[in-house]
């Protein structure tokens, strides 16, 4: 997606059958209340697809709503796929925001070949507002070996947060490959913030089901600047 799209009148899907990227930049708003903005990747969307890919949000591109849904999925049963956002910020003002690479609760093909992960976040924002919050990642179940395997990293400074009844559920998968360093379901290295205010949060951190010694299912470097997971009243 190389332009902003901007918009008041009707939803938007993009269906890939390998990779969504948007430029340095880009934004897309949906101003309709309820509208909501759907990113497939890697025949997510139902379209055939025996190739890898992912999306990729990065140089401050923003995905916003007005109390629409946003949902970005990568990948399927047999297809791995993976999401990075990378300097970017999901708004969904009282929508849910969904990121996931796990086509069902069961997990599915996992991330790419070699990749470190299923869902990564850099100096990213999610803010629903009110909306439920689900992030489900799953690390590579197939390929070569990774320096790092985790279902979900966050990266640098990262804040994931609600208002109101919104929950945050997050389910973090390692995967099955062996990786040459360190392996489990989160992995912080940063600093993370995860708030909401009434509703619950709830993290399912699944370690990687390899040899390694370095595997666990919440892992955090020691150069980390902390973890801060708070609800108000849930």
Not at 125 to 137: D, E, P, R, V
């Amino acid at each position: 997606v190389n332009a902003s799209i901007n918009g008041t009148a009707g939803s938007l899907t993009l269906n890939a059958v390998r990779n969504i990227t948007l430029a340095g930049g880009v934004g897309i708003t949906l101003n309709g209340a309820g509208n909501r903005i759907t990113l497939n990747a890697a025949g997510a969307g139902g379209q055939a697809s025996g190739t890898t890919g992912g999306i990729t949000l990065s140089n401050s591109n923003t995905l916003s709503t007005n109390q629409g849904n946003i949902t970005l999925n990568a990948g399927t049963l047999t297809t791995p796929g993976g999401i990075s956002l990378n300097s970017a910020t999901l708004n969904s003002n009282g929508g849910d925001i969904t990121l996931s690479n796990m086509p069902s609760a069961a997990g599915g093909a996992g991330s790419a070949s070699g990749s470190s992960q299923g869902v990564y976040l850099n100096n990213s924002t999610l803010n629903a507002g009110g909306g439920n919050i689900l992030m489900m990642g799953e690390g590579p179940n197939s390929g070569s070996t990774p320096t790092n395997d985790f279902g979900v990293i966050f990266d640098g400074n990262n804040t994931v947060t609600t208002a109101g009844a919104g929950a945050i559920t997050m389910i973090a998968d390692g995967g099955t490959v062996s990786a040459s360093t360190r392996a489990g379901g989160f992995f912080n290295t940063g600093l993370a913030n995860i708030f909401t205010v009434n509703g619950d949060i709830d993290i399912t951190a699944i370690g990687n089901a390899s040899g390694l010694a370095g595997k666990a299912a919440f892992y955090q470097i020691a150069s980390a600047i902390g973890l801060n997971i708070y609800s108000s009243t849930g």
